[in-house]
Every structure is written in structure tokens, then in C-alpha cells.
T-cell receptor, first 115, second 113 residues
Framework: GAGVSQSPSNKVTEKGKDVELRCDPISGHTALYWYRQSLGQGLEFLIYFQGNSAPDKSGLPSDRFSAERTGGSVSTLTIQRTQQEDSAVYLC?????????????FGEGSRLTVL | AQSVAQPEDQVNVAEGNPLTVKCTYSVSGNPYLFWYVQYPNRGLQFLLKYITGDNLVKGSYGFEAEFNKSQTSFHLKKPSALVSDSALYFCAVRAGNNRKLIWGLGTSLAVNP
């Protein structure tokens, strides 16, 4: 597609349920990032995928959070047993660049509300 | 440790006036500096970056930023603000081979008609 696509755009769930958020990066982009943005806050790094390398999971806040990237393209962020503090906008970004000088292309985010 | 500071939570300017959104950073090694903009209910969009070379970088929508190594700053500027520039602006830095971008907390820019 022309840009990074995220789904769902909005998700309301009950505390304790599992949710899956999907990111479809720009075709050919080898790097993929997940960030979390809470109301009035900056961007919190969650996880980074680069090609076939092992992902950098250092930003995942707890073991309830996990992410996969299948076939080097689509990524799914899974949050198990959701808590109210998980409510946020989850942003996905992709990048072509391997030299770390390139810009990130962001999706419009998935807004998660945990009741 | 790497860090980015955006000292102003909010900046207010009148339409037509020049605007500045401040950013300072702390990294080990040569910094790669970026500005992104987030319009309401939208994802972030890249504005401009400094990698090397000319300290004055020009970007999208008439924005520019000046890299100042001695002051470790990368302030975003525009000579004449538009109401449509009202948005949230993020500064980010990456050092050398470090893959992670370190983000500032954002500055909300309000341009008043």
C-alpha cells in the first residue's frame, strides 16, 4: 500500500480480555517499530524488528505484551489480559533505511480503550 | 545516556509571526536529529532531519531547523506561522549505530488567527 496501515483504528475492550493490533508496513521496508502514546505523553518505544534479525523487545512493559512479524512484513502486537493502564494509542512505523539515518513512516495508530 | 528535551509544553504564536520550537539533546557520538509533526487524530509525519553537512536544514511545509553542536540544540523554526501549523511537534535523536530513536515529550504549537 501507499502508507503504513494499522487496524483496528479503535478498539474498546473489557479488562482481562486479549487484543491484537495489526500493522501492515510500506512494502519493502525492512524495519518496523511499535510505539505507545498515552494521552499527553510522548512516544514510548515497545519493540523493533529489522529484517531477519532478532527483534529488540527491550521496550515491552510486561510479559503480557508480545509482537510478531511474519514473513518480514505484517506485524501483530498482542496484549494479553488487558489492564486499564494499557489504554493508549499504539503506533506502528516502518523504515527502509538500514543506516539509521532515514525517517520513519507512521500509521495513524490503533486507539485502545480498556474499560 | 541519550536524552532529548523539549523545554516548552506549549508554544503560542500569532499567525504571520515567526515561530520557534526548541529542542536540546544529549548523546554520545554524532547525533542524527529529526523533527516530526502530529496533527490531531493523525499519525506522526516526518518534517526534516540533520545527519551531516550544512547546519541549517530545510524541510516540509516551510519549516527549517538549525543544528548547533556547541549548544547541543536543534530548534525548529518557520518565518511566518500559519493556523494550519497548529499541531504537536516531536524532536528525536539517534546516535551513530544505535537503532533506537529517543523522543522528546512533544510541544503543542497553537497558531492564533
Amino acid at each position: 500500500g501507499a502508507g503504513v496501515s494499522q487496524s483496528p483504528s479503535n478498539k474498546v475492550t473489557e479488562k482481562g480480555k486479549d487484543v491484537e493490533l495489526r500493522c501492515d508496513p510500506i512494502s519493502g521496508h525492512t524495519a518496523l517499530y511499535w510505539y505507545r502514546q498515552s494521552l499527553g505523553q510522548g512516544l514510548e518505544f515497545l519493540i523493533y524488528f529489522q529484517g531477519n534479525s532478532a527483534p529488540d523487545k527491550s521496550g515491552l512493559p510486561s510479559d503480557r505484551f508480545s509482537a510478531e512479524r511474519t514473513g518480514g512484513s505484517v506485524s501483530t502486537l498482542t496484549i494479553q489480559r488487558t489492564q486499564q493502564e494499557d489504554s493508549a494509542v499504539y503506533l506502528c512505523a516502518s523504515s527502509l533505511d538500514r543506516t539509521n539515518t532515514g525517517e520513519l513512516f507512521f500509521g495513524e495508530g490503533s486507539r485502545l480503550t480498556v474499560l | 545516556a541519550q536524552s532529548v528535551a523539549q523545554p516548552e509544553d506549549q508554544v503560542n504564536v500569532a499567525e504571520g509571526n515567526p515561530l520557534t520550537v526548541k529542542c536540546t539533546y544529549s548523546v554520545s557520538g554524532n547525533p542524527y536529529l529529526f523533527w516530526y509533526v502530529q496533527y490531531p487524530n493523525r499519525g506522526l509525519q516526518f518534517l526534516l532531519k540533520y545527519i551531516t553537512g550544512d547546519n541549517l536544514v530545510k524541510g516540509s511545509y516551510g519549516f527549517e531547523a538549525e543544528f548547533n553542536k556547541s549548544q547541543t540544540s536543534f530548534h525548529l523554526k518557520k518565518p511566518s506561522a500559519l493556523v494550519s501549523d497548529s499541531a504537536l511537534y516531536f524532536c528525536a535523536v539517534r546516535a551513530g549505530n544505535n537503532r533506537k530513536l529517543i523522543w522528546g515529550l512533544g510541544t503543542s504549537l497553537a497558531v492564533n488567527p
